[in-house]
């Protein structure tokens, strides 16, 4: 089940794709570990129930709706007006860090992962056996597939890194990418409804 809601297109996949194409492998593999550790709390939140509590409320769930809509947006703004280039050439840890938050703070803002702890996970779990332990290996599990999942995107659309940054072209295709975020935004405020 975990491997195909992961290969069903969603903001995550989307986002990775671009960030990777247009900032390069590292920034990409900073982003999954950061989304990775997204899922890691949202698990734990579950096992305690604050998923369900977010998923129940429909001022929270708008809330973490609006606000990871917001983030794309403002992601994608600061793509757009951003005078850089679409590459650095001497990746720094700073940077690196950064895309590390992107990715932590696009999985805690995303109110479908959380549902999916709640609605899909506890299908699994026994009841004859301690749940607490149960939560927590079919939460890491499926962290594990979904990381995995991420790392071939961030490879395979790395890929096409060295490619895009060639040229003169890099001020035109940081717009594009800008685009392309902000239509993911509008796409998770769809999703999300």
């Known amino acids: 089940m975990a491997l195909l809601i992961e ?5 995550n996949m989307a986002w990775l794709a671009l960030t990777s194409a247009s ?12 989304i990775a550790l997204g899922l890691v709390l949202l698990g734990g939140a579950s096992a305690f129930g604050l998923s369900e509590l977010a998923t129940s409320s429909p001022i929270i769930f708008s809330f ?6 917001g983030y794309l947006l403002w992601l994608a703004w600061t793509t757009w007006s951003s ?3 679409t590459s650095d050439p001497a990746m720094d840890h700073s940077r690196l860090v950064d895309w590390f938050r992107h990715g932590l703070l696009l999985n805690l803002l995303n109110p479908k992962a ?6 899909v996970l506890p299908a699994y779990i026994d009841t004859g056996f301690p749940v607490g332990p149960q939560t927590i290996l079919l939460s890491f599990s499926y962290v594990g597939i979904a990381t995995v999942i991420h790392l071939v995107i961030v490879i395979l659309a790395g890929s096409a890194h060295d490619w895009l940054t060639q040229g003169d072209c890099q001020h035109l295709i940081r717009r594009i990418f800008a685009v392309m975020i902000a239509l993911i935004a509008l796409w998770f405020l769809r999703s999300t409804a």
């Open 114 to 119: 959380a549902i999916f702890f709640i609605a």
């Open 83 to 85: 005078e850089t280039e």
């Open 7 to 11: 290969l069903t297109p969603g903001p």
């Open 23 to 34: 900032k390069g492998r590292e920034s990409g593999f900073a982003a999954v570990a950061g």
């Open 64 to 69: 973490l709706r609006y606000a990871g809509v």
